[in-house]
């Protein structure tokens, strides 16, 4: 790849790195601010992920479409400046009619690792798009791996920078770290033509994609806003020490993408997803039976590791398999889909954590994973369709 493309990559990744950081800090914090500094139960934590999803959700359509119509470089500043804006709404005010918003704007879900995007997550489509512009097919999983790999990297730096500060104060640091990779933005140079709005020509192929991405959303919504809160609520367990497990666990995460392109070599596509989202599967259906701090913070620690491994794999085929021009709605669509399914399983997991049903949405979890690694095979386990063949 030429030097300029290199350089576009480079000042992508730096504005990846910022806001992972911040994305990890707010992600500790933000539980701890809801349920232990002003007070409130789980059920008004998942209330407030429930509509941060949406939100998500809403707004990563908007900006799938406003990339191919209006413009990749506009839109990927356009909804990179969100996060440091929700994260300062935070700061400068402790109402629970501000935090709402707030948590909106920054996409505060957390049904995504911190290598996956959880925070931020509106950010994620039009993201993927320009890395895909810049790069081609034969390299596309190598920079999906390792951009997925710095997410996680630096978020769970920032989970372990959360202990520097205050709970109050980690917004604010949020704010201004986040903020620190937009201007840069203005200076990428982002090849590709301009869609226009219509009729899809791979929208079979982008159809499958959304109903796995549904079922991946759901499981994820019961799950993973309430893993910190199932330590909290169940173990007692103190922000300090809780922000080391996460350092971990991110980390642990990061490394695993690494290995995405060596799995993708290995096994391929659908055989790699099988494979390690079966074992994460598996480790999150015993993880709340066992109630032995020990056993249960190692599943914590290796579980999400398991799970994001084939993420940029799935990422790359889906670029791989859908037209050049649709390819930011078509990333758009598939969050929607994903998180507007995760944010009926956040509220339902709130509720149920709220009664004390602390063990039933790991239990779901599982029935849903089975569902969604059978319709990966039935979908793409023959043959491969290429981007226009419908």
Same mark, same amino acid.
């Given at each position: 790849m030429k030097n300029p493309a290199q350089r576009d990559i480079y000042m992508l990744g730096f504005s990846r790195v910022m806001r992972s950081i911040a994305a990890g800090m707010i992600n500790l914090a933000f539980p701890y601010y809801i349920l232990q500094n002003l007070h409130y139960g789980a059920f008004v934590l998942g209330a407030i992920y429930v509509a941060a999803t949406v939100a998500t959700a809403g707004l990563g359509l908007l900006t799938g479409i406003m990339t191919d119509v209006w413009g990749k470089r506009e839109t990927l500043v356009l909804a990179n400046a969100l996060l440091p804006i929700s994260a300062l709404m935070i700061y400068l005010s402790s109402n629970l009619w501000m935090i709402i918003p707030a948590a909106m704007l920054g996409g505060y879900s957390a049904t995504g690792s911190l =290598?996956? #995007?959880? @925070? #931020?997550?509106?950010?994620? %489509?039009?993201?993927?798009a320009v890395l895909a512009s810049l790069t081609t097919g034969e390299v596309r999983t190598k920079y999906f791996s390792f951009f997925t790999f710095l997410a996680g990297a630096t978020g769970a730096l920032g989970a372990l920078l959360a202990k520097l500060f205050t709970v109050q104060e980690i917004f604010l640091w949020s704010a201004i770290i986040s903020a620190i990779g937009v201007p840069g933005l203005w200076l990428l140079r982002v090849p590709g033509v301009k869609g226009k709005m219509g009729r899809l020509k791979t929208k079979t192929t982008i159809g499958k994609f959304t109903l796995t991405g549904m079922l991946n959303g &759901?499981?994820? !919504?019961?799950?993973?806003? *309430?893993? @910190? %809160? *199932? *330590?909290?609520?169940?173990y007692h367990i103190p922000k300090s020490q809780m922000s080391e497990y996460a350092f971990a666990s991110g980390l642990l995460g990061s490394f695993a993408i690494l290995t995405a392109p060596r799995l993708e070599r290995h096994f391929g596509f659908v055989k790699s997803i099988v494979v390690s989202r079966g074992l994460g599967t598996v480790l999150m259906v015993i993880f709340p039976i066992i109630r032995w701090l020990p056993l249960s913070v190692i599943?914590?620690? @290796?579980?999400? =590791?398991? +799970?994001?491994?084939?993420?940029p794999i799935q990422q790359?085929? &889906?670029?791989? +398999?859908?037209?050049?021009?649709?390819? !930011? +709605?078509?990333? #758009?669509?598939?969050?929607?889909?994903?998180l507007a399914a995760s944010s009926s399983g956040t509220g339902l997991s709130g509720y149920l954590m709220e009664t004390s049903f602390f063990e039933l949405p790991f239990f779901i979890y599982g029935a849903l994973m089975i569902a969604n690694l059978y319709l990966y095979i039935r979908f793409f386990g023959e043959r491969r369709e290429e981007a226009g063949e419908e």
């Open positions: =290598a996956g #995007g959880g @925070i #931020g997550g509106a950010v994620q %489509p039009i993201q993927s &759901l499981s994820q !919504g019961l799950i993973m806003p *309430f893993l @910190i %809160p *199932f *330590f909290v609520l169940v599943i914590y620690l @290796i579980t999400p =590791a398991l +799970r994001i491994a084939a993420l790359s085929e &889906l670029t791989k +398999r859908v037209a050049h021009e649709e390819m !930011g +709605r078509a990333l #758009g669509i598939n969050q929607v889909a994903r």
